[in-house]
């Protein structure tokens, strides 16, 4: 794909995004995008940054930091959004500003101890399986409470808000029932109030979907097939 042409795609991304936001009524500066590059090698992110401040959104520990390491920390924002295996924990302190997929005690447990290793805070999202299926990742919405309650403790994180990944389905009204599934749990876990935990964020809608996700509440949406087209299998 020509550069000019992901250019345009996130042009039109963000163009989609604040015409859902002002469907609904929001300041479509209250909805966030987090440009995914995974698989899409550094010369072609580039040129998507170039066009305003990105935050980028990985999912493979050892193919951010090479990106990480080549792009720097400070013209670029990096998010991690994929299934976070323990033994890679060691590597991320300090290398993202949000994880958007805590989904378990023993992986905070972990993110907490390596940050405050390095005297950090590391802002998290908890990933929820809203739709209760069981190949997903994520906590189920039962177990939410128990879990937060439990990373009160824990100062090397910070909780943020909730993820989801609602099944694909083409059509995407059929995420809108799983998004506004999450909006009304996160608006049930603000009532509850735990000490230290936020639930400010909503980090749901991918290529196909993130303009329902707009309508139910987003306030991070995770793009890459729009921007930069298709992946190859990974
Ligand atoms: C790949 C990925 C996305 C982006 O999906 P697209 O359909 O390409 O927009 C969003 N979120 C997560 C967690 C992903 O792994």
Same mark, same amino acid.
């Given at each position: 794909m020509p550069m000019s042409l992901i250019a345009d795609n996130l042009a039109s991304v963000k163009q989609r &995004?604040?015409?859902?936001a002002r469907k609904v009524g929001r300041d479509p500066q209250n909805v966030r995008l987090v440009v995914v590059t995974k698989t899409v090698p550094v010369e072609?992110?580039?040129? +998507?940054?170039a066009i305003g401040g990105c935050v980028f959104g990985e999912n493979k520990v050892q193919e951010a930091r090479d990106k990480i390491?080549?792009?720097?920390? !400070? %013209? #670029?924002?990096?998010?991690?959004?994929?299934? =976070?295996?323990?033994?890679?924990?060691? #590597?991320?302190?300090? =290398?993202? !500003? =949000?994880i958007h997929s805590v989904d378990n005690s023993? *992986?905070? !447990?972990?993110?907490? $101890?390596? %940050? &405050?290793k390095h005297? *950090?805070?590391?802002?998290?999202?908890?990933?929820?399986?809203v739709s209760g299926e069981t190949s997903k990742s994520g906590v189920a919405p039962d177990d939410l409470e128990e879990l937060l309650e439990m990373m009160v403790?824990?100062?090397?994180? %910070?909780?943020?808000? *909730? &993820?989801t990944i609602p099944p694909f389905d083409p059509d995407p009204e059929?995420? $809108?029932?799983?998004?506004? +599934?999450? $909006?009304?749990?996160?608006?049930r876990m603000q009532k509850v109030n735990i000490e230290n935990i936020a639930m400010d964020e909503l980090s749901m809608g991918m290529s196909n979907d993130f303009e329902v996700a707009i309508e139910e509440g987003a306030t991070w949406v995770r793009v890459g097939t729009a921007i930069f087209?298709? $992946?190859?299998a990974h």
């Amino acid at each position: 794909m020509p550069m000019s042409l992901i250019a345009d795609n996130l042009a039109s991304v963000k163009q989609r &995004m604040a015409e859902a936001a002002r469907k609904v009524g929001r300041d479509p500066q209250n909805v966030r995008l987090v440009v995914v590059t995974k698989t899409v090698p550094v010369e072609r992110i580039t040129e +998507a940054g170039a066009i305003g401040g990105c935050v980028f959104g990985e999912n493979k520990v050892q193919e951010a930091r090479d990106k990480i390491e080549t792009l720097g920390t !400070e %013209s #670029y924002h990096w998010h991690f959004i994929g299934h =976070l295996q323990r033994n890679k924990v060691k #590597y991320i302190p300090g =290398l993202f !500003e =949000l994880i958007h997929s805590v989904d378990n005690s023993e *992986l905070a !447990e972990e993110i907490h $101890r390596h %940050s &405050m290793k390095h005297d *950090l805070v590391t802002p998290v999202l908890i990933q929820v399986n809203v739709s209760g299926e069981t190949s997903k990742s994520g906590v189920a919405p039962d177990d939410l409470e128990e879990l937060l309650e439990m990373m009160v403790s824990l100062n090397g994180i %910070s909780v943020r808000g *909730l &993820m989801t990944i609602p099944p694909f389905d083409p059509d995407p009204e059929k995420s $809108r029932k799983h998004f506004g +599934a999450l $909006r009304r749990l996160r608006d049930r876990m603000q009532k509850v109030n735990i000490e230290n935990i936020a639930m400010d964020e909503l980090s749901m809608g991918m290529s196909n979907d993130f303009e329902v996700a707009i309508e139910e509440g987003a306030t991070w949406v995770r793009v890459g097939t729009a921007i930069f087209g298709g $992946r190859d299998a990974h």
